[in-house]
């Protein structure tokens, strides 16, 4: 009794995990048995390979059948495993060669008809093939461009369970796809989504500048309509452009989340995540049995919106904290504990009060002292500590709203906030470490303070009884300030700026 192999992988978090499908056909009780820790939709493969075997004219042998997922410690999940059990059970019967398998890495979940279907992961996987040598994969149609976004590998996409069989047996070979387009990152931001379109809001259109150069997060208080969230949706059009690593990073991230769009490679724009603020802590965080990434990760790389921040569950509030503060997210659950990247520029908005009209000239507020103080207490002082910039945005006033001159478009802010970011890069010579993210022990190597900037931001920390965290934050909008205007040291104006983004006292 001999026994057929094929390679596979299965995802692990980000991590891509060669998955080796032995299969025997032996004397006993006929039937087909799969083992090694599957999951329910590996379990459920035994009868979408039947079927897809069966339209095909090759039904699965009436004998005593054994698939072996190994490692047989490793938790197998997905239905990607359908396509390698299949051709494993073809060369265990003799239908195809064995050796027409070394080298290859095959995927995909199986319809009852053969037709080949996408699976996520595949961006995890073709990186893990080609890291263990394996350098030819074969996927899905709509997995293509996604898997041959990875150098070194030669993908050959397949619309059908015939077609790799034909391609097994050397009739008809499968043509290989490859991602050579040139890099080109986001450069143009969306037409309905331009700066130019906010009335009025000059001091708020300022912050958000300075929270796209030095990736500060930043938080939007104002009545209803006054433009927070036109705001916030303009934030990704003055970001730089994704670096190609950048790309493969975030599209890994969406792949394994399931959320990449069918038939295509990598995402070449800054994602913006805007979730319901009904939206729990695991939505937030991921969840899941096996656990995958959540809006957090989904945000990686670009901007995280959350709307009516006060009015987001307490415990979904806090899972901010840690990718606030260390650009990642921890999820621990019984099948194990997985990290994922989370390193996007956050925009919060809130109502000043319930009602939302508190400061507004024109409507009078309603609600009591108590009121707007139980309204506010629901974002942690903690969690208001890690936002940079704090920014009020009154009401648009009419003469503002039928000004007759555009204000300034997205492209001319982005041109700003990418000379902004050239500076940092060539401070830090890392191009994830912008100031926002600068270490502690890097401040007093990169700020360059002016001695009357420090002094007066000395003399801040004591009045506006500044936490050693908010100071250390507003240091670095300061550098941020400097950079946007050239200047190699913090002065006592770029201080006196980023003082102004900040309140008096956590509420």
Not at 77 to 82: S, V
Not at 233 to 261: F, Q
Not at 270 to 289: E, V
Request: with cysteine; proline share 8%; glycine share 8%.
């Amino acid at each position: 009794m001999s026994v057929a192999r094929v390679f596979s992988a299965s995802v692990l978090g980000l991590e891509g995990r060669t998955v080796i499908v032995e299969t025997a056909i032996g004397a006993g009780m006929p039937g087909l048995a799969i083992v090694g820790l599957p999951d329910t939709a590996v379990k459920e493969s035994r009868e979408r390979v039947k079927s897809a075997l069966r339209q095909l004219g090759f039904p699965v042998p009436n004998r005593n059948v054994i698939v072996n997922l190994a490692p047989a410690d490793l938790p197998k999940a997905g239905t990607g495993l359908d396509l390698p059990l299949a051709v494993s059970i073809l060369l265990a019967n003799g239908d195809l060669p064995l050796e027409c398998t070394a080298g290859l890495t095959l995927v995909g979940e199986l319809a009852l008809d053969g037709t080949l279907r996408p699976v996520p992961g595949l961006l995890a996987i073709a990186e893990a093939s080609r890291r263990e040598g394996r350098p030819e994969l074969i996927v899905p149609l709509e997995n293509a461009l996604e898997a041959a976004a990875i150098d070194g590998v030669t993908v050959r996409p397949a619309s059908h369970l015939g077609a790799v069989m034909a391609h097994l047996s050397g009739r008809e070979l499968l043509a290989a796809v490859s991602d050579d387009s040139p890099w080109t990152g986001s450069e143009e931001s969306p037409l309905d989504a331009d700066l130019r379109d906010v009335r009025g809001q000059v001091l708020p259109k300022r912050a958000l500048e300075i929270a796209a150069a030095g990736a500060h997060n930043i938080l939007f208080s104002g009545p209803p309509g006054s433009g927070k969230t036109m705001l916030a949706r303009r934030l990704p059009g003055i970001l730089p452009p994704l670096s190609r690593e950048e790309a493969l990073e975030l599209t890994l991230v969406w792949s394994v989340a399931g959320k990449l769009p069918a038939a295509t490679g990598l995402i070449r724009s800054r994602p913006f995540r805007s979730p319901h603020h009904g939206a729990s802590a695991a939505a937030l965080s991921g969840g899941g049995t096996d656990p995958r990434p959540g809006e957090l990760s989904l945000a990686h790389f670009g901007v995280l919106f959350l709307d009516e921040l006060p009015e987001f569950r307490r415990d979904a509030l806090e899972t901010l904290r840690e990718p606030l503060e260390d650009g990642v997210v921890s999820v621990a659950r019984a099948a194990g504990a997985r990290t994922f990247p989370a390193r996007f520029l956050f925009v919060g908005a809130m109502n000043p009060c319930p009602c939302g009209f508190r400061g507004d000239p024109r409507r009078a507020c309603q609600c009591s002292e108590k009121d707007v103080a139980r309204y506010r207490r629901r974002i942690s002082g903690p969690l208001l500590d890690r936002i940079d910039l704090h920014v009020e945005v009154p009401a648009v006033s009419a003469s503002d709203f039928y000004a007759g001159e555009d204000a300034e478009p997205s492209a001319a802010v982005r041109e700003r906030v990418k000379k902004a970011r050239k500076i940092q890069l060539e401070r830090s010579q890392d191009p994830r470490k912008t100031n926002a993210s600068l270490p502690a022990r890097a401040l007093k190597t990169h700020l360059r303070l002016s001695p009357s900037a420090q002094d007066l931001l000395e003399k801040a920390m004591e009045r506006l009884a500044l936490s050693a965290r908010v100071h250390q934050r507003m240091l670095r909008v300061s550098r941020t300030i400097a950079d946007l205007s050239g200047s190699e040291t913090i002065e006592p104006a770029h201080a006196s700026e980023a003082l102004r983004f900040r309140p008096a006292a956590t509420p």
